[in-house]
């Protein structure tokens, strides 16, 4: 890395936000960008080459907004800077990820990855297109390719076959790949073909309906529940009693699609209220603000929780 350094003038303010706690928020800053921070007086200096000073350049400084317009910095705020700032530069983006290394877009976005990171069950809760599963499948995708687990496990409910598979052709990826396809997409962005191929054949990428998650033990693997709010409350009870030693999971879904015939045996909402606030468990809601595919579909969300609202209401 070249050493040459770039003074930025700062306000005491600005230079405390950038730095945060115990130096973290720096520290993901040079994680991203591979420079060095330093806070010699009156501001910060990068050091790094030239397209990754300008990259960090550019995430502090808006970091350095907001702190200078009285708006809290918090670790969310970093990620989605750092996000914003390699999209900018034409670096990575959330399609084009590199060892399912994924920035977040938005603000939920980047608490949903810290709770991913920081618990062992994790509820990501919210509309199409906020990134709930790809998020999930790219964390989950990092962890296998690092070895922080040996498998990644993606499940969803087959409400469409009332888990009842055995009548479709093929073996059971065959079975299950046409509920899966979105899953299966995410895996191919984040791994490319030929690697997801490799770890599927080697067992260490499995899917499966919950049905046959039943009377398992996942250890050291991380655990995708995807589609969640079609679960029952039973089978939601018995996905989230699998996890074994060394596991995390991650369990996603919107609570205001559920096609079951009877939405009250919904185990989403359930599972949420009686689990939110217990030690190891996070939940992230998303809303029409963390919509990150083509801008109707935030404008269509909202108009969707728009009546909804009025419903309830009338």
């Not at 009842?164 to 396809?181: C, R």
């Not at 369990?251 to 185990?267: A, E, H, I, K």
Request: proline letters at 5%; hydrophobic letters at 40%.
């Amino acid at each position: 890395m070249s050493r040459t350094p770039e003074f930025l003038p700062l306000s005491d303010t600005a230079v405390r936000a950038v730095s945060g706690p115990n130096g973290r928020h720096a520290a993901l800053i040079e994680d991203a960008f591979k420079v060095l921070i330093e806070t010699p007086g009156g501001g910060v200096t990068i050091t790094g080459d030239v397209k990754a000073r300008s990259s960090a350049k550019r995430a502090i400084q808006a970091l350095a907004h907001r702190a200078d317009a009285d708006d809290e910095v918090v670790e969310a705020d970093v990620r989605v800077a750092v996000g914003e700032a390699h999209s900018a530069s034409g670096q990575a983006s959330p399609r084009a990820v590199r060892k399912g290394s994924v920035s977040p877009k938005t603000k939920g976005q980047a608490k949903y990855m810290e709770a991913m990171t920081s618990h062992p069950l994790c509820f990501g809760l919210g509309p199409a297109g906020t990134g709930k599963t790809f998020l999930a499948v790219a964390h989950g995708a990092g962890m296998l390719l690092r070895g922080e687990v040996d498998r990644l496990i993606v499940t969803r409910p087959a409400v469409e076959a009332g888990e009842k598979l055995g009548f479709l052709p093929g073996d059971l990826n065959e079975k299950v790949d046409p509920y899966m396809a979105p899953v299966w997409e995410a895996l191919t962005d984040i791994m490319g073909a030929d690697q997801l191929r490799r770890r599927r054949e080697k067992l260490e990428i499995e899917v499966a309906p919950i049905a046959f998650m039943r009377g398992r033990t996942l250890a050291h693997a991380f655990v995708i529940v995807d589609e969640a709010q079609n679960c029952s409350r039973l089978q939601m009870k018995m996905v989230l009693t699998r996890l074994g030693e060394g596991a995390r999971m991650v369990v996603t879904g919107d609570p205001t699609q559920v096609d079951l015939l009877n939405p009250r045996d919904s185990g989403l909402a359930h599972a949420v209220s009686i689990l939110e606030g217990v030690e190891g468990v996070a939940v992230s809601r998303f809303t029409s603000a963390d919509v990150v595919r083509h801008p109707l579909v935030e404008r269509i969300v909202k108009a969707y929780d728009a009546d909804a609202l009025q419903t309830t209401t009338r």
